[in-house]
């Protein structure tokens, strides 16, 4: 027995040992990876010397002696600490991702094909202008050069994924920055899920419902629409239509979830308004959050200047950030630039569709798609004359796709000529802010709201390329129309001096949170569905509470975690519940529901992580339109697990016969809106003390409302998520200006998803006291301290300095990389 035992210790501490000894040896080659930023290198591309100098946050600060060394080191710098993500993106906009992951990616890989995002992207290579055709070859050249060095060195594959998968990396062309532009527009995009999305609702209900479950901000507007059962007739018959949605997304699939669009917030203030005599601009992007962010740091010391803030990976720019003379700020406009089109086929040729001339053949090319460990598939792609032919699988199409249709898309970004990235380094240059507007003419897609301060000016315009639709679109643009009648069909774009401008406003501060900033007429409307009614009601507020602001003014309201929403539903929805009846026994459910209502009686709407009220408050309101829409909508309802305001007001205010919602269709009785209140708060409290226990007093928010940083590829893997996933408690919520927004369904559904990845404060009195942050760190290695070293200050709402000054950037500096020109 003690020989057995001997020999069994002996076993397991020699397979322990060769356990950790293979930990050992698979971090040791992941490390190698891990970029040595106190190196010199001598490459071709360029032309003198470069260097790189990396702040203390691992910002780099890029000086060359032209342009396009410059650039030659912002993609050499991209590639030492995002190589994988530039690659993973590359791939998802080439539709090539199934040729790493197999059959779960191939759903995406046939979405870009069919929108041919890649090609139209190579064929606007030509159409760049001289300046940014250098920019992108230098850019190009420089992420090549470090490949070129991860290949002779041999440094761990680039980065530690592609020990997983497969470490063959093309070389980087132009075409690859202009497809990532492409790929984020797409990502933003929230106007097709919505049209169809309305189109589906309007087959199950009255338009005056309809108007109810997604409704319009206030002003002027169309109230009415036409059912698209008549617009498309037989629509109601399309198979599915009364099926739920298809099954979640891989991760990887670029359209986020309704509701996960781009959202942002930018305000500015002007000499007048400003405590310190200099111009004001605060910025933070809401994006899904990922590990690494999306954004990344850096300051290009450009012939023209400076410019410092955030990057995308991939992309040979500043997209916002300073000048030492210009600062500038984006928010997703929310301009309408898609519709969705049904084409009657030729009953007599299926390979043909209706137009306004007659018949007329699709246009048609194939695509392979290869497949790791499965046979390629062939597709075929087709268009017709309105755009890109999609099968119903995307976007739920075939729900509303009647018998002998098929759909297709128009759409901004899908431009053979797209200057978008030209536009975005003319806007480098720029020292005022007409400068900047002009720079952004050629601009197409994502369309943004660009919030723009010189020394003396604020202003903003509207960037983006908008449709000219006819005085007689059917549907305005908000449903699926056919396509084969003129008036639903685009003609060209409208001039850029219809987009909405703004520029030295009376009052002295702009600003946006993807609110509705102009009341015009179809069809220079701009939108109907907008990203933001509530935000926007506490950003007026406190920018209207003092006569002049700071830098510190600006980042308390970027910070703010109260919720106009919650202060303003609360009192409409308990009315009839706050201290009525006697008091309860304790370990009723009456009794937790008193305690309940007592918490929430007395809390301010703030959306602290450490108090209970905000969670007991988003499970009522969560379970509350559950309650409300689950009859009427069946399973439609699990299209709108994120609370939508203005329904909850329009059915608690009853406007236009609105609180019909509140009585249970299956039901004898009639319920009222005071009922469906009470049994939604017993809802919430039941799912609370199942899975937080019923000591409301002692819960948090922030536990059900963790950020979640999360790999978009191994974030789902055990054993690896723990080493690549972040996580966090935050505060805020959907409706707060520090924006939260909540998964809405699922497990976890009050999960923080999409969040600000970047925020910037930019005080023109002192522009170096201007500050960022980024929600990670600058690193997409999981080994490097800089993987998530500003995680923590980004939680914690805390920032770094963003300077101009070269002898800043290098005081403390993590190392300095210098290139030389090969020869």
């Known amino acids: 027995m003690a020989s057995i035992f001997r020999w069994s210790l002996r076993l397991f501490l020699a397979l322990a040992g060769l356990a950790i000894l293979a930990v050992v040896i698979a971090l040791w080659f992941a490390s190698r990876s891990l970029p040595d930023y106190d190196a010199s290198y001598r490459l071709d591309g360029v032309s003198g010397p470069v260097e790189i100098v990396r702040d203390n946050a691992n910002v780099p600060h890029v000086f060359g002696e032209s342009d396009p060394d410059v650039f030659f080191g912002l993609g050499f710098a991209h590639a030492q600490d995002r190589l994988w993500q530039m690659m993973l993106l590359r791939r998802t906009a080439q539709g090539r991702l199934s040729e790493i992951f197999g059959q779960r990616t191939v759903r995406t890989d046939e979405l870009l094909r069919r929108l041919d995002l890649y090609n139209l992207a190579t064929r606007s290579v030509d159409v760049q202008t001289p300046y940014a055709t250098e920019a992108l070859r230098a850019y190009a050249d420089g992420v090549n050069a470090w490949l070129a060095q991860v290949n002779d060195g041999a440094m761990g594959r680039g980065a530690p994924e592609f020990f997983l998968f497969s470490p063959q990396i093309a070389p980087w062309q132009p075409a690859d920055s202009i497809a990532l532009a492409k790929l984020m527009a797409l990502q933003l995009n929230s106007h097709l899920p919505n049209e169809v999305l309305r189109a589906r609702v309007s087959l199950q209900m009255d338009d005056p419902r309809v108007e109810d479950i997604m409704p319009s901000p206030a002003g002027n507007g169309i109230a009415t629409l036409p059912e698209y059962a008549s617009l498309v007739p037989g629509a109601e018959d399309a198979p599915g239509t009364r099926l739920a949605s298809l099954p979640p997304e891989d991760p990887l699939y670029p359209v986020k979830p309704l509701g996960l669009g781009g959202a942002s917030n930018a305000w500015a203030a002007d000499t007048s308004r400003s405590a310190s005599g200099g111009t004001l601009l605060a910025n933070d992007p809401h994006l899904g959050l990922t590990a690494p962010s999306v954004w990344y740091l850096a ?99 075939e729900t509303i796709t009647p018998p002998g249709h098929v759909a297709s898309v128009s759409w901004t970004v899908l431009s053979p000529a797209d200057t978008s990235v030209s536009a975005g380094l003319e806007l480098l240059k720029a020292k005022t802010v007409p400068d900047a507007i002009d720079a952004m003419e050629g601009f197409i897609a994502p369309s943004q709201n660009l919030t723009l301060v010189d020394r003396e000016t604020v ?266 996933n972040i996580r966090q408690s935050t505060s805020g919520g959907d409706n707060t200006l ?86």
């Open 459 to 724: 202003g903003m315009k509207m960037i983006g390329a908008a449709p000219r639709r006819a005085d007689g679109h059917q549907s305005k643009g908000r449903l699926p129309t056919p396509g084969w009648i003129a008036d639903n069909r685009w003609d060209g774009r409208l001039p850029y001096t219809t987009n909405p401008e703004f520029v030295g406003p009376a009052g002295g501060i702009v600003g946006n949170t993807n609110n509705k900033t102009v009341d015009r007429p179809f069809p220079l409307h701009v939108s109907y569905s907008w990203g933001d009614t509530q935000r926007v009601q506490r950003w007026r507020r406190l920018m209207q509470s003092r006569e002049v602001h700071t830098r510190e003014s600006f980042m308390e309201a970027q910070l703010d975690t109260v919720s106009f929403t919650a202060r303003s539903l609360l009192p409409l929805i308990g009315a009839d519940l706050w201290f009525t009846g006697e008091a309860a026994p304790e370990g009723t459910p009456e009794r937790l529901r008193q305690r309940a209502l007592d918490l929430v009686a007395s809390w301010n709407g703030e959306m602290n992580e450490h108090l209970p009220e905000p969670l007991i408050y988003a499970a009522w309101m969560r379970a509350l339109q559950s309650r409300l829409i689950t009859d009427e909508l069946g399973p439609l309802a699990d299209e709108f697990a994120r609370l939508e305001p203005l329904f909850i007001e329009r059915v608690y205010r009853d406007v236009n016969g609105a609180s019909v919602w509140c009585d249970v269709v299956q039901s004898a009785r009639v319920e009222t809106c005071s009922d469906m209140a009470r049994l939604a708060l017993d809802d919430a409290l039941i799912w609370i003390s199942e899975r937080y226990g019923t000591a409301l007093e002692s819960l948090r928010w922030g536990d059900a409302h963790e950020a979640v940083h999360e790999h978009p590829v191994l974030g789902e893997v055990s054993g690896l998520s723990w080493l690549f």
């Open 738 to 823: 520090q924006r939260g927004r909540t998964a809405g369904d699922g497990p976890n559904p009050f999960r923080n998803v999409s969040a600000a990845g970047y925020r910037g404060i930019y005080d023109f009195a002192d522009p170096d006291s201007s500050l960022f942050v980024i929600s990670t760190g600058q690193s997409g290695h999981p080994l490097s301290r800089h993987y998530d070293d500003l995680g923590e200050l980004w939680r914690r709402g805390e920032y770094i300095p963003m300077t101009l000054d070269p002898e800043l950037a290098r005081a403390a500096a993590v190392g300095v990389t210098r290139i030389e020109p090969a020869r």
């Open 299 to 397: 300051r290009l010391e450009l012939e023209s200047g400076g410019v410092i803030g955030g990057s995308l990976p991939g992309v040979p720019s500043i997209l916002l950030g300073r000048s030492s003379e210009l600062g500038w700020g984006l928010t997703s406009s929310y301009l309408d630039d898609v519709d969705v089109h049904i084409e009657r086929l030729n009953p007599d040729n299926p390979e043909e569709v209706l137009t306004p001339e007659g018949w007329k053949p699709l246009r048609e090319r194939t695509s392979i798609v290869l497949i790791k460990d499965a046979e390629p598939i062939t597709l075929t792609l087709r268009w017709s004359d309105n755009g890109p032919v999609l099968p119903g699988r995307h976007f739920d199409l």
